[in-house]
């Protein structure tokens, strides 16, 4: 989100914005990775309750569709409203609104809210535990490896990029040694994120390409997968409240972003600090509103279809 408001003029100015603030939070692919992690960790605990099949992953889109959906729909509507061209044919409508942007780049449109090409990853990466859901244990990483080395030879299929660490984050939960380590639970808490910190600028710095990149973008997520694992007191953590409310927020924020620069900024040459205090302020409310008002039906009703399947 925050390499949305600083990038959105190219450069920055203003107060609260250092000269190197923008390269801290311009690393989208490291965000998108650790986004598969924690997914496939969610969707763990999620099918142990539910068991996975087809019934579940119907479950699984009526509960990620109506925010994908609402996401799509009213910024096209905005760039009508306010004379802004869309340049992209009529079927990118169809092909978006089936989620179908994942499949090859080609089909990376519309351009409208361009975060949720990873929500449309998601959506495979759910269907694909139908395939892979049911090895969890050590046969589980012999699958996790034959999917590495099938990402070897299609570097640029993005569905494939997101599976092993998706199905990386679907496997931790169970290894029975995670349980046996109590007495350094506290330091691994400690020390991981130390680590991410210890590596994140150099990436930044480094600004690696290409497979290294992913490699070292995989590298970090699965530190922090790790430390939300040994993490105890998740549930009593305030994060434990917003991450309820991330999908709406990822979802959100993008558009967001882009219609406050056109109708308010659209004469600055750069992003400054009210610029961004008024875009996050909107995009919260936002957040709030989608999260209380169309993702909490849709986890609703998810939930009732499955136990009804389930009777």
């Avoid at 409508?93 to 351009?111: E, S, W």
């Avoid at 034959?146 to 290894?175: E, S």
């Avoid at 992913?214 to 040994?230: D, H, P, Q, Y």
């Avoid at 999908?247 to 610029?275: C, E, M, W």
């Amino acid at each position: 989100m925050m390499g949305h408001l600083l990038h959105i003029k190219g450069s920055t100015s203003g107060f609260l914005i250092g000269s190197h603030l923008d390269k801290i939070f311009s690393s989208g692919p490291f965000a998108v990775v650790v986004f598969f992690g924690l997914s496939g960790i969610a969707l763990r605990f999620q099918t142990d309750r539910y068991g996975i099949d087809v019934r579940w992953l119907v479950a699984r889109i009526i509960r990620l569709m109506p925010v994908y959906w609402i996401t799509l729909l009213l910024p096209i509507i905005g760039c009508y409203l306010l004379g802004v061209k869309i340049e992209y044919p009529g079927y990118g409508f169809i092909v978006a609104a089936l989620g179908l942007q994942a499949v090859a780049k080609n089909l990376y449109i519309p351009p409208v809210n361009g975060p949720l090409w990873s929500l449309s990853v998601e959506l495979y990466l759910s269907a694909s535990l139908l395939a892979i859901g049911r090895w969890k244990r050590i046969s589980g990483f012999y699958v996790l490896t034959i999917l590495v080395i099938i990402n070897l030879f299609f570097p640029g299929n993005t569905i494939l990029q997101g599976l092993p660490i998706f199905y990386l984050g679907f496997l931790l939960p169970r290894i029975e040694i995670l349980t046996r380590l109590n007495s350094v639970i506290k330091t691994v808490t400690i020390l991981i994120p130390l680590i991410f910190l210890l590596f994140y600028p150099i990436f930044i710095q480094a600004r690696f390409q290409g497979k290294l990149n992913f490699l070292f973008c995989t590298f970090l997520a699965s530190l922090i997968i790790l430390w939300t694992l040994f993490e105890t007191n998740t549930k009593r953590n305030l994060f434990a409240d917003l991450s309820q409310r991330s999908y709406s927020l990822y979802a959100v924020h993008a558009p967001i972003v882009l219609f406050i620069d056109k109708i308010f900024f659209a004469d600055r040459i750069t992003t400054n600090g009210l610029q961004i205090l008024i875009s996050l302020t909107v995009i919260f409310i936002a957040t709030e509103f989608l999260y209380r008002f169309i993702e909490k039906p849709s986890i609703k009703y998810s939930r009732k279809y499955l136990t009804n399947q389930a009777l």
